[in-house]
């Protein structure tokens, strides 16, 4: 089953991340992405731009609107992702247990549909 690992951040654990303690936080991240790659459960992960860079777009009536920054406004914001392909719900809840954002902001755990569309 794949799960989507959704990574939250907000400005403070960006520089925490890139700052003088970041080297061990990344080091930490590293080793878990290693191992993941190894036991194949890992399947993509991309970090995405601060959401300042973002647009929304909508249609009305056909027409696009489009509009500069995130959709909402939040302390917290997606800040990247993890597919993983494990054996179960609790294995894919280690994981992003393990990753070293979570010490500081949520992580979201969600199954991926099939392509049929079904729920697990």
Same mark, same amino acid.
């Given at each position: 089953?794949?799960?989507?690992?959704?990574?939250?951040?907000?400005?403070?654990?960006?520089?925490?991340?890139?700052?003088?303690?970041?080297?061990? #936080?990344?080091?930490?991240?590293?080793?878990?992405?290693?191992?993941?790659?190894?036991?194949?459960?890992?399947?993509?992960?991309?970090? #995405?731009?601060?959401?300042?860079?973002?647009?929304?777009?909508?249609?009305?009536?056909?027409?696009?609107?489009?509009?500069?920054?995130?959709?909402?406004?939040?302390?917290?914001?997606?800040?990247?992702?993890?597919?993983?392909?494990?054996?179960?719900?609790?294995?894919?809840?280690?994981?992003?247990?393990?990753?070293?954002?979570?010490?500081?902001?949520?992580?979201?755990?969600?199954?991926? #549909?099939?392509?049929?569309?079904?729920?697990?």
């Amino acid at each position: 089953m794949k799960y989507m690992l959704m990574i939250y951040d907000n400005p403070e654990t960006r520089s925490v991340f890139f700052g003088p303690d970041g080297d061990a #936080l990344m080091a930490e991240m590293d080793a878990l992405m290693a191992e993941l790659t190894e036991s194949g459960e890992l399947v993509s992960t991309d970090a #995405l731009a601060d959401p300042a860079s973002s647009k929304v777009v909508r249609v009305r009536d056909g027409v696009p609107a489009i509009t500069d920054g995130p959709l909402a406004e939040a302390k917290e914001h997606f800040g990247g992702y993890l597919i993983v392909d494990c054996d179960s719900e609790a294995r894919a809840v280690e994981i992003a247990a393990r990753w070293p954002s979570a010490k500081f902001t949520a992580m979201e755990v969600r199954p991926i #549909l099939d392509i049929s569309g079904e729920e697990m």
